[in-house]
């Protein structure tokens, strides 16, 4: 019997192994040889439209970097979208789930219209923002605002960031709903009924029995919303394409210029390097999170 | 909910007899939070849909009317439809996008079945870790390997090719795969594989003809995440592709440049790239909860 177990165990042992090494080993792959590759190109001087300059640089191209003021108006933006972004989405999603989740005729529908955004690619969204609803001329915004009276405003020059903000907003506000409307799904009754009657409020209910009972997903959806959010891409792509001058480059922007359009490969890596560590300071958080909820 | 409702509704009659006045109070109260809380809930829902709605609309119209104010009285014209599919592109960009999105998918799974079975039914003390790292591949900022990719796709010719394109997507996608087929195979009673093996099925059997069709409805959502992350991917398509292997996304980015000109039609040609990601999204929405947060929401 126990033989036969010892023997068992072995075999799992080897089966784990074989099972899962295809997917273990090209992720491997897939994260160290880029990673490493980063790290590399950082310290190199690598410029495609310069060939002739080769070698190893130390830290110069860091030196750079830190040095170029672009790097600190990126850094800028990067921060105050993420921060605008996370407040609107986290505060937004957090009443839209309480909201959602009371009863009231259609909320299935109105659940499932809430939420679709998220299902929209980042491309189309940018620019149906872009054109059908910001547009100065024939945008609904606008069009809005002169049947109130008021001037209508040029979203993109004159309030460039915030746009940004409004458009991914939009996107991932249906995701923080998505994800604290299954949390909130979690909530006792009994313990909500309880609180009715004590005399506790809608007002106290929610802020000492929901609010506390989201607070592991809401930090889920913020930890994850700012890994996308600190490399948001498409929607200033197709937009502004950074502009007006820097006033929406972010660090994921700013190393696609130096990358791809100025062949700078040794200054983008060494951006890559910085967005790669501050997602990190993130992920940490993330994954020790996750690691607990594994346990339990 | 109808019982739940009787139920206070008879509670306030067993009060009534005490205090008359404020059982009407209190179901005059009940009713009109109940119509506010519709009319509130389908405002919102209908203003964060409007773009979505409005875009559908606009596909419909001449290309005239959709720059006019706006309005949503018209006559409707398939016109910008028929536009869009007349200019065959759209169709290679569509199909770049079923083909990267379905093949990404289906590799992805592939590599991640056995590597979930093996961590739900043979965990070892590294099963955990080695869940976390695959966690934390995720974590790596795609712009931060851009110009790596970037240049080995160029030496190695897969720049702009549907292959290097479904290779990143697969890899790219691949950590949450394997978390979701993770969470919904530990669901799974160990006793049903554990006959099955009593009976003498090997591995490869206890797969195919236990573990798949029971778990059948989790893998078809993790499947359909997984394509609904593919199809929205827009950075690696915008930065690895440019006019052979191009998806939808980066087709839909190519009408930045000319505009004003051709809403309506940018407006069809979106509602088409959009469509069926919507439904899929719409059929999945609470399992997906379980792929995008690894299993931390529930």
């Known amino acids: 019997m126990t033989k036969t177990r010892a023997a068992g165990r072995t075999v799992g042992g080897l089966r784990t192994l074989s099972l899962q090494a295809p997917a273990v080993t090209l992720l491997l792959l897939w994260m160290i040889v880029p990673l490493a590759m980063t790290v590399w190109f950082s310290l190199q001087r690598y410029n495609l439209l310069m060939p002739e300059m080769t070698g190893f640089a130390g830290l110069e191209n860091y030196r750079y970097l830190f040095t170029d003021p672009a790097l600190w108006t990126a850094m800028g933006n990067t921060l105050l979208l993420v921060g605008s972004v996370l407040a609107i989405t986290v505060v937004g999603g957090t009443l839209l789930a309480v909201l959602f989740q009371q009863e009231f005729p259609g909320r299935g529908v109105a659940r499932v219209l809430a939420i679709s955004p998220f299902f929209v690619m980042p491309t189309v969204s940018a620019l149906v923002w872009k054109n059908m609803m910001m547009h100065p001329a024939n945008g609904v915004l606008s069009w809005l605002a002169e049947s109130f009276g008021l001037p209508a405003v040029d979203w993109f020059s004159s309030l460039p960031l915030t746009s940004i903000v409004i458009i991914v907003s939009w996107q991932w506000l249906p995701f923080a709903l998505l994800i604290l409307l299954t949390a909130i799904q979690s909530l006792d009754d009994d313990q909500v009924e309880a609180a009715r009657m004590d005399g506790a409020g809608p007002v106290a209910i929610f802020f000492f029995i929901t609010l506390p009972h989201l607070k592991r997903a809401i930090s889920v959806v913020i930890m994850i919303e700012m890994i996308f959010l600190l490399t948001i891409f498409a929607e200033i792509f197709v937009t502004t394409s950074g502009g007006p001058g820097l006033a929406t480059t972010n660090l994921a922007y700013l190393i696609y210029i130096q990358a791809l359009l100025d062949f700078d490969v040794g200054m983008a890596s060494a951006g890559g390097v910085v967005a790669i560590i501050l997602a990190n300071i993130v992920a940490i958080f993330l994954v020790r999170m996750v690691a607990k909820n594994l346990e339990s | 909910m109808s019982t739940a409702k009787t139920k206070t509704l008879a509670a306030t009659d067993g009060q009534a007899s005490v205090a008359q006045p404020s059982r009407t109070t209190w179901l005059t109260s009940a009713r009109t939070r109940r119509l506010g809380l519709t009319a509130l809930g389908w405002t919102i829902a209908c203003l964060i849909f409007f773009p ?79 869940l976390l790292w695959m966690l934390s591949t995720k974590m790596l900022p795609p712009v931060g390997v851009l110009v790596p990719i970037y240049l080995l796709f160029r030496d190695v010719g897969l720049l702009d090719t549907r292959t290097g394109l479904t290779i990143v997507y697969t890899l790219m996608n691949l950590p949450i795969v394997v978390w979701m087929l993770y969470t919904f195979f530990k669901d799974l009673p160990k006793d049903i594989l554990e006959a099955g093996r009593m009976d003498g099925a090997s591995t490869l059997q206890e797969v195919c003809f236990l573990l798949l069709p029971l778990t059948l409805p989790g893998i078809a959502s993790t499947g359909l995440l997984s394509v609904i992350l593919s199809w929205n991917e827009a950075f690696w398509s915008l930065n690895l592709t440019s006019s052979k292997a191009a998806p939808l996304t980066a087709y839909i980015a190519s ?13 069809a040609a979106s509602t088409m790239a959009i469509a069926p990601i919507l439904v899929f999204g719409w059929l999945t929405q609470k399992q997906m909860v379980r792929g995008l947060t690894f299993g931390a929401v529930k």
């Open chain 2, 52 to 130: 979505i709605f409005w875009m559908v609309l606009t596909g419909f119209k001449t290309e005239s009317a959709a720059i006019a104010d706006p309005s949503l009285i018209f006559s409707p014209t398939l016109e910008s439809y028929i536009a869009v599919q007349a200019r065959a592109d759209y169709f290679k960009f569509a199909l770049n996008s079923v083909v990267v999105a379905l093949g990404s998918t289906l590799a992805a799974l592939a590599l991640a079945i056995p590597s979930a079975y093996s961590m739900a039914f043979l965990p070892t003390r590294r099963t955990k870790g080695t």
């Open chain 2, 255 to 267: 009408f930045s440049s000319p505009e004003g000109l051709f809403w309506a039609k940018l407006s």
